[in-house]
Protein backbone atom coordinates (compact mmCIF):
# COMPACT_ATOMS: atom_id res chain seq x y z
CA UNK A 1 0.00 0.00 0.00
CA UNK A 2 1.31 3.36 -1.14
CA UNK A 3 1.94 5.96 1.18
CA UNK A 4 2.94 9.58 1.31
CA UNK A 5 6.07 10.78 3.09
CA UNK A 6 6.66 13.46 5.94
CA UNK A 7 2.85 13.51 7.13
CA UNK A 8 2.54 13.46 10.94
CA UNK A 9 -1.28 12.15 11.63
CA UNK A 10 -3.28 13.77 14.19
CA UNK A 11 -6.72 11.42 16.02
CA UNK A 12 -8.88 11.98 13.07
CA UNK A 13 -11.79 14.07 14.15
CA UNK A 14 -15.24 14.99 12.87
CA UNK A 15 -17.68 17.87 12.96
CA UNK A 16 -21.01 16.34 14.31
CA UNK A 17 -24.84 17.65 14.87
CA UNK A 18 -26.89 15.01 16.57
CA UNK A 19 -31.32 14.74 17.11
CA UNK A 20 -30.61 17.30 20.18
CA UNK A 21 -29.09 20.04 17.44
CA UNK A 22 -26.48 19.77 19.20
CA UNK A 23 -23.08 20.56 17.15
CA UNK A 24 -19.94 19.64 18.51
CA UNK A 25 -16.39 17.78 17.60
CA UNK A 26 -15.92 14.29 18.29
CA UNK A 27 -13.64 11.02 17.35
CA UNK A 28 -14.34 10.01 13.78
CA UNK A 29 -13.95 6.91 11.42
CA UNK A 30 -11.07 6.13 10.48
CA UNK A 31 -9.14 6.04 13.85
CA UNK A 32 -5.99 7.06 13.83
CA UNK A 33 -5.23 3.25 14.73
CA UNK A 34 -6.41 1.78 11.43
CA UNK A 35 -5.23 3.95 9.52
CA UNK A 36 -1.37 3.73 11.06
CA UNK A 37 -2.18 -0.28 10.16
CA UNK A 38 -3.55 -0.15 7.05
CA UNK A 39 -7.21 -1.55 7.97
CA UNK A 40 -8.63 2.08 6.72
CA UNK A 41 -8.75 1.20 2.71
CA UNK A 42 -10.64 -1.31 0.98
CA UNK A 43 -10.29 -2.27 -2.53
CA UNK A 44 -10.99 1.06 -4.95
CA UNK A 45 -10.01 3.57 -2.13
CA UNK A 46 -7.74 6.22 -1.17
CA UNK A 47 -7.07 7.64 2.08
CA UNK A 48 -7.87 11.54 2.36
CA UNK A 49 -6.53 14.37 4.54
CA UNK A 50 -8.84 16.85 3.92
CA UNK A 51 -7.26 20.62 3.19
CA UNK A 52 -10.95 22.79 2.63
CA UNK A 53 -14.49 22.52 3.43
CA UNK A 54 -17.52 24.56 2.35
CA UNK A 55 -20.52 24.67 4.82
CA UNK A 56 -23.55 24.50 2.99
CA UNK A 57 -26.85 25.18 3.35
CA UNK A 58 -28.01 21.82 3.79
CA UNK A 59 -25.70 21.47 6.83
CA UNK A 60 -27.52 24.28 8.71
CA UNK A 61 -30.65 22.34 7.85
CA UNK A 62 -29.52 19.22 9.59
CA UNK A 63 -28.33 21.34 12.27
CA UNK A 64 -31.23 23.05 13.16
CA UNK A 65 -33.90 21.07 11.60
CA UNK A 66 -32.76 17.56 11.93
CA UNK A 67 -34.07 16.69 8.17
CA UNK A 68 -34.66 17.63 4.59
CA UNK A 69 -37.56 16.23 3.37
CA UNK A 70 -39.15 13.31 4.76
CA UNK A 71 -36.15 11.13 3.81
CA UNK A 72 -33.45 12.87 5.00
CA UNK A 73 -33.53 12.55 8.50
CA UNK A 74 -30.58 12.57 11.38
CA UNK A 75 -31.43 10.03 13.71
CA UNK A 76 -28.16 9.53 15.58
CA UNK A 77 -24.87 11.28 16.03
CA UNK A 78 -24.15 12.50 12.38
CA UNK A 79 -21.12 13.97 10.38
CA UNK A 80 -21.34 17.18 7.84
CA UNK A 81 -20.15 18.39 5.08
CA UNK A 82 -19.90 17.74 1.53
CA UNK A 83 -18.01 20.60 -0.29
CA UNK A 84 -14.52 19.30 0.13
CA UNK A 85 -11.10 19.19 -1.18
CA UNK A 86 -7.78 17.13 0.18
CA UNK A 87 -4.51 15.38 -0.23
CA UNK A 88 -4.17 12.03 -1.06
CA UNK A 89 -1.97 10.46 1.83
CA UNK A 90 -2.47 6.62 0.67
CA UNK A 91 -4.05 4.27 -2.11
CA UNK A 92 -5.56 0.84 -2.42
CA UNK A 93 -2.64 -1.24 -4.30
CA UNK A 94 -5.81 -1.62 -7.27
CA UNK A 95 -5.67 2.51 -7.47
CA UNK A 96 -2.88 2.89 -10.12
CA UNK A 97 -4.43 6.64 -11.73
CA UNK A 98 -3.90 8.06 -8.20
CA UNK A 99 -0.74 8.73 -6.00
CA UNK A 100 0.36 10.07 -2.21
CA UNK A 101 0.83 13.86 -2.78
CA UNK A 102 -2.03 14.45 -5.35
CA UNK A 103 -4.34 17.32 -4.45
CA UNK A 104 -8.24 16.43 -5.17
CA UNK A 105 -11.49 17.68 -5.44
CA UNK A 106 -13.89 15.10 -3.26
CA UNK A 107 -17.11 14.31 -5.07
CA UNK A 108 -19.60 13.21 -2.51
CA UNK A 109 -21.70 10.82 -4.55
CA UNK A 110 -21.24 7.55 -4.06
CA UNK A 111 -23.64 5.62 -6.67
CA UNK A 112 -24.15 1.93 -7.57
CA UNK A 113 -24.41 1.42 -11.46
CA UNK A 114 -26.51 -1.04 -11.12
CA UNK A 115 -29.66 0.64 -11.20
CA UNK A 116 -31.55 2.69 -14.05
CA UNK A 117 -30.55 5.78 -13.35
CA UNK A 118 -26.82 4.96 -13.02
CA UNK A 119 -26.76 3.10 -16.37
CA UNK A 120 -28.49 5.74 -18.29
CA UNK A 121 -25.27 8.24 -17.34
CA UNK A 122 -27.80 10.41 -14.95
CA UNK A 123 -26.30 8.52 -11.47
CA UNK A 124 -27.73 12.02 -9.24
CA UNK A 125 -30.62 9.85 -9.25
CA UNK A 126 -28.74 6.77 -8.13
CA UNK A 127 -31.47 4.51 -6.18
CA UNK A 128 -28.67 3.47 -3.87
CA UNK A 129 -26.70 6.12 -3.48
CA UNK A 130 -24.35 6.63 -0.51
CA UNK A 131 -24.13 10.85 -0.32
CA UNK A 132 -21.90 12.15 2.44
CA UNK A 133 -23.47 14.40 4.83
CA UNK A 134 -26.81 13.12 3.89
CA UNK A 135 -28.21 10.92 6.52
CA UNK A 136 -27.47 8.13 7.52
CA UNK A 137 -24.04 8.37 5.17
CA UNK A 138 -21.45 10.79 7.44
CA UNK A 139 -19.91 13.95 5.80
CA UNK A 140 -16.53 14.61 4.99
CA UNK A 141 -15.56 17.47 7.79
CA UNK A 142 -13.29 15.83 9.37
CA UNK A 143 -9.85 15.36 9.34
CA UNK A 144 -8.87 11.86 7.29
CA UNK A 145 -11.47 10.07 5.41
CA UNK A 146 -11.30 6.87 2.66
CA UNK A 147 -13.16 7.23 -0.16
CA UNK A 148 -13.32 5.71 -3.84
CA UNK A 149 -11.21 6.63 -6.26
CA UNK A 150 -13.55 6.95 -8.72
CA UNK A 151 -15.23 9.71 -6.92
CA UNK A 152 -11.80 12.36 -6.35
CA UNK A 153 -10.75 14.62 -9.11
CA UNK A 154 -7.04 15.69 -9.26
CA UNK A 155 -6.88 19.27 -9.12
CA UNK A 156 -4.35 21.30 -11.75
CA UNK A 157 -1.75 23.73 -10.42
CA UNK A 158 -3.52 26.51 -10.55
CA UNK A 159 -6.55 25.57 -8.84
CA UNK A 160 -6.56 25.63 -4.93
CA UNK A 161 -7.86 23.41 -2.13
CA UNK A 162 -10.01 26.42 -1.38
CA UNK A 163 -10.66 26.61 -5.41
CA UNK A 164 -11.25 22.44 -5.57
CA UNK A 165 -13.93 22.58 -2.12
CA UNK A 166 -16.11 25.09 -4.56
CA UNK A 167 -16.17 22.73 -7.25
CA UNK A 168 -19.72 21.07 -5.35
CA UNK A 169 -21.81 24.37 -5.46
CA UNK A 170 -20.15 25.00 -8.92
CA UNK A 171 -21.75 21.50 -10.14
CA UNK A 172 -24.74 22.56 -8.74
CA UNK A 173 -24.96 25.92 -10.49
CA UNK A 174 -23.55 23.83 -13.78
CA UNK A 175 -25.57 21.64 -13.82
CA UNK A 176 -28.74 23.90 -13.62
CA UNK A 177 -27.12 26.24 -16.26
CA UNK A 178 -26.98 23.30 -18.63
CA UNK A 179 -30.27 21.47 -18.19
CA UNK A 180 -31.94 24.66 -18.80
CA UNK A 181 -30.09 24.71 -21.72
CA UNK A 182 -28.77 28.47 -21.00
CA UNK A 183 -28.02 29.87 -24.65
CA UNK A 184 -25.57 32.85 -25.72
CA UNK A 185 -28.11 36.09 -25.79
CA UNK A 186 -30.60 34.45 -23.59
CA UNK A 187 -32.42 36.66 -21.56
CA UNK A 188 -31.56 35.02 -17.90
CA UNK A 189 -33.61 35.74 -14.21
CA UNK A 190 -32.01 34.49 -11.16
CA UNK A 191 -33.98 34.15 -8.58
CA UNK A 192 -32.26 34.54 -5.22
CA UNK A 193 -28.33 36.06 -4.82
CA UNK A 194 -27.06 33.48 -1.83
CA UNK A 195 -23.96 31.39 -2.87
CA UNK A 196 -25.70 28.57 -5.37
CA UNK A 197 -27.36 31.84 -7.06
CA UNK A 198 -23.82 33.31 -7.32
CA UNK A 199 -22.30 30.57 -8.57
CA UNK A 200 -25.46 30.53 -10.82
CA UNK A 201 -24.94 34.18 -12.15
CA UNK A 202 -21.32 33.40 -13.06
CA UNK A 203 -22.16 30.50 -14.82
CA UNK A 204 -24.91 32.51 -16.98
CA UNK A 205 -22.21 35.34 -17.90
CA UNK A 206 -19.82 32.77 -18.87
CA UNK A 207 -23.01 30.54 -20.93
CA UNK A 208 -23.30 33.92 -22.83
CA UNK A 209 -26.77 34.78 -21.55
CA UNK A 210 -27.93 38.65 -21.77
CA UNK A 211 -29.17 40.59 -20.28
CA UNK A 212 -28.99 38.95 -16.86
CA UNK A 213 -31.23 39.47 -13.93
CA UNK A 214 -30.98 38.70 -10.15
CA UNK A 215 -33.63 39.07 -7.37
CA UNK A 216 -33.03 38.74 -3.82
CA UNK A 217 -34.72 40.33 -0.15
CA UNK A 218 -31.22 40.96 0.74
CA UNK A 219 -29.52 44.40 -0.43
CA UNK A 220 -26.77 43.72 0.90
CA UNK A 221 -26.52 40.07 -1.52
CA UNK A 222 -27.58 42.08 -4.25
CA UNK A 223 -24.12 44.15 -3.46
CA UNK A 224 -22.11 41.54 -3.35
CA UNK A 225 -23.78 39.85 -6.67
CA UNK A 226 -22.96 43.60 -8.80
CA UNK A 227 -19.46 43.70 -7.59
CA UNK A 228 -18.68 40.44 -8.85
CA UNK A 229 -20.87 40.28 -12.10
CA UNK A 230 -20.81 44.22 -12.61
CA UNK A 231 -23.09 43.85 -15.80
CA UNK A 232 -25.95 42.26 -14.22
CA UNK A 233 -28.93 44.20 -13.37
CA UNK A 234 -30.51 43.81 -9.62
CA UNK A 235 -33.87 44.09 -8.36
CA UNK A 236 -34.60 44.17 -4.45
CA UNK A 237 -37.91 41.99 -3.91
CA UNK A 238 -39.85 44.39 -1.00
CA UNK A 239 -40.40 42.58 2.00
CA UNK A 240 -43.89 44.14 2.41
CA UNK A 241 -46.76 43.10 4.31
CA UNK A 242 -49.48 41.73 2.93
CA UNK A 243 -46.31 40.40 0.34
CA UNK A 244 -46.16 42.03 -3.45
CA UNK A 245 -48.05 39.77 -5.21
CA UNK A 246 -46.04 37.53 -7.46
CA UNK A 247 -47.88 38.69 -10.93
CA UNK A 248 -46.58 42.90 -9.89
CA UNK A 249 -43.42 41.47 -9.38
CA UNK A 250 -42.71 40.09 -12.61
CA UNK A 251 -44.24 42.67 -14.21
CA UNK A 252 -41.79 44.89 -12.78
CA UNK A 253 -39.27 42.72 -14.06
CA UNK A 254 -39.98 42.65 -17.43
CA UNK A 255 -40.33 46.75 -17.78
CA UNK A 256 -37.54 48.36 -20.00
CA UNK A 257 -35.14 48.89 -17.01
CA UNK A 258 -34.58 45.47 -16.58
CA UNK A 259 -35.39 43.16 -19.22
CA UNK A 260 -37.72 45.01 -21.26
CA UNK A 261 -39.60 42.05 -22.57
CA UNK A 262 -40.65 38.46 -21.17
CA UNK A 263 -37.49 35.98 -19.93
CA UNK A 264 -36.47 33.17 -21.97
CA UNK A 265 -34.91 31.43 -18.82
CA UNK A 266 -35.16 31.99 -14.93
CA UNK A 267 -33.51 30.06 -12.90
CA UNK A 268 -34.77 29.77 -9.37
CA UNK A 269 -32.53 29.07 -6.49
CA UNK A 270 -34.61 29.48 -3.56
CA UNK A 271 -37.28 27.26 -3.67
CA UNK A 272 -39.65 29.57 -2.12
CA UNK A 273 -43.32 29.04 -3.74
CA UNK A 274 -43.74 33.03 -4.48
CA UNK A 275 -39.98 33.54 -6.07
CA UNK A 276 -41.53 30.26 -8.40
CA UNK A 277 -44.58 31.81 -8.99
CA UNK A 278 -42.91 35.22 -9.77
CA UNK A 279 -40.06 33.44 -11.99
CA UNK A 280 -43.38 31.88 -14.00
CA UNK A 281 -44.83 35.14 -14.60
CA UNK A 282 -42.39 36.76 -16.12
CA UNK A 283 -41.08 33.48 -18.34
CA UNK A 284 -42.25 34.38 -21.99
CA UNK A 285 -44.26 31.76 -24.25
CA UNK A 286 -42.28 28.66 -24.08
CA UNK A 287 -39.83 29.94 -21.72
CA UNK A 288 -38.11 27.53 -18.92
CA UNK A 289 -38.43 27.80 -15.28
CA UNK A 290 -35.65 25.77 -14.22
CA UNK A 291 -35.73 25.23 -9.92
CA UNK A 292 -32.40 24.51 -8.54
CA UNK A 293 -33.51 25.78 -4.85
CA UNK A 294 -34.89 23.68 -2.37
CA UNK A 295 -37.84 23.99 -0.76
CA UNK A 296 -41.00 22.68 1.19
CA UNK A 297 -42.37 19.31 0.79
CA UNK A 298 -45.71 20.88 -0.58
CA UNK A 299 -45.48 24.43 -2.44
CA UNK A 300 -48.62 25.72 -4.34
CA UNK A 301 -47.80 27.09 -8.23
CA UNK A 302 -49.45 29.32 -10.66
CA UNK A 303 -50.61 26.18 -12.89
CA UNK A 304 -52.77 28.19 -15.56
CA UNK A 305 -49.94 30.61 -16.04
CA UNK A 306 -47.55 28.08 -16.67
CA UNK A 307 -50.46 26.21 -18.67
CA UNK A 308 -51.14 28.95 -21.02
CA UNK A 309 -48.37 30.23 -21.81
CA UNK A 310 -46.26 26.51 -22.01
CA UNK A 311 -43.22 27.60 -19.75
CA UNK A 312 -41.25 24.40 -19.27
CA UNK A 313 -41.22 23.99 -15.34
CA UNK A 314 -38.12 21.44 -14.71
CA UNK A 315 -36.38 21.00 -11.41
CA UNK A 316 -33.06 19.80 -10.53
CA UNK A 317 -31.58 16.99 -8.33
CA UNK A 318 -27.57 17.79 -7.34
CA UNK A 319 -25.84 16.62 -9.84
CA UNK A 320 -23.95 14.34 -12.12
CA UNK A 321 -20.73 14.29 -14.69
CA UNK A 322 -19.62 17.85 -13.49
CA UNK A 323 -17.12 17.82 -11.37
CA UNK A 324 -14.42 17.19 -14.94
CA UNK A 325 -15.89 20.46 -16.84
CA UNK A 326 -15.73 22.21 -13.76
CA UNK A 327 -12.25 22.00 -13.10
CA UNK A 328 -11.43 22.96 -16.83
CA UNK A 329 -13.71 25.62 -16.93
CA UNK A 330 -12.05 27.54 -13.88
CA UNK A 331 -8.61 26.07 -15.17
CA UNK A 332 -8.80 27.84 -18.19
CA UNK A 333 -10.26 30.77 -16.53
CA UNK A 334 -13.83 30.92 -18.04
CA UNK A 335 -15.07 30.67 -14.87
CA UNK A 336 -12.53 33.00 -13.23
CA UNK A 337 -10.99 31.67 -10.19
CA UNK A 338 -10.28 35.49 -8.77
CA UNK A 339 -14.54 35.24 -8.96
CA UNK A 340 -14.48 32.03 -6.85
CA UNK A 341 -12.20 33.48 -4.46
CA UNK A 342 -14.18 36.61 -4.11
CA UNK A 343 -16.96 33.69 -2.60
CA UNK A 344 -15.34 32.96 0.20
CA UNK A 345 -15.65 35.68 3.02
CA UNK A 346 -15.15 33.66 6.08
CA UNK A 347 -12.27 30.80 7.28
CA UNK A 348 -12.28 29.16 10.38
CA UNK A 349 -9.75 25.92 11.30
CA UNK A 350 -11.67 22.70 11.69
CA UNK A 351 -11.31 23.31 15.94
CA UNK A 352 -13.33 26.38 15.04
CA UNK A 353 -16.13 24.83 13.37
CA UNK A 354 -18.63 25.82 15.90
CA UNK A 355 -17.82 29.36 14.82
CA UNK A 356 -17.73 28.53 11.43
CA UNK A 357 -21.51 27.04 11.67
CA UNK A 358 -22.64 30.12 13.57
CA UNK A 359 -21.61 33.00 10.94
CA UNK A 360 -22.68 30.64 8.36
CA UNK A 361 -26.61 29.96 10.21
CA UNK A 362 -26.52 33.82 11.39
CA UNK A 363 -25.97 35.05 7.43
CA UNK A 364 -23.28 36.61 7.58
CA UNK A 365 -20.60 35.60 5.06
CA UNK A 366 -21.50 34.05 1.21
CA UNK A 367 -19.43 30.83 1.62
CA UNK A 368 -17.84 30.11 4.97
CA UNK A 369 -14.90 27.68 4.60
CA UNK A 370 -13.76 25.77 7.20
CA UNK A 371 -9.82 24.80 6.74
CA UNK A 372 -7.33 22.27 7.92
CA UNK A 373 -5.35 23.17 11.54
Given at each position: ?215 DIDARRLEFAKALVPSVKTFLVPMTKPPTAPQTLAEDLVKS ?76 DVIPSESLKKLVTHKFKLSEAEKAFQVTADGLGVKVMILAD
Amino acid sequence: MSTSTNTTLKPNVGVYTDPAHKLYLDAAAPSLEDIESNKALQEGEVLLEMKATGICGSDIHFWHHGRIGPTMVVEAAHILGHESSGQILRVHPSVTHLKPGDRVAIEPTIPCFTCQPCLTGRYNGCEHVLFRSTPPIPGLLRRYIAHPATWVHKLPDNLSYEDGALLEPLSVALAGVDRANVRLGDSVLICGAGPIGLMVLLCAKAAGAAPIVITDIDARRLEFAKALVPSVKTFLVPMTKPPTAPQTLAEDLVKSEYFGASVDVALECTGVASSIATAVHASRFGGTVFVIGVGRDIVEMPFMACSVKEVDLKFQYRYANTWPKAIKLVQEDVIPSESLKKLVTHKFKLSEAEKAFQVTADGLGVKVMILAD
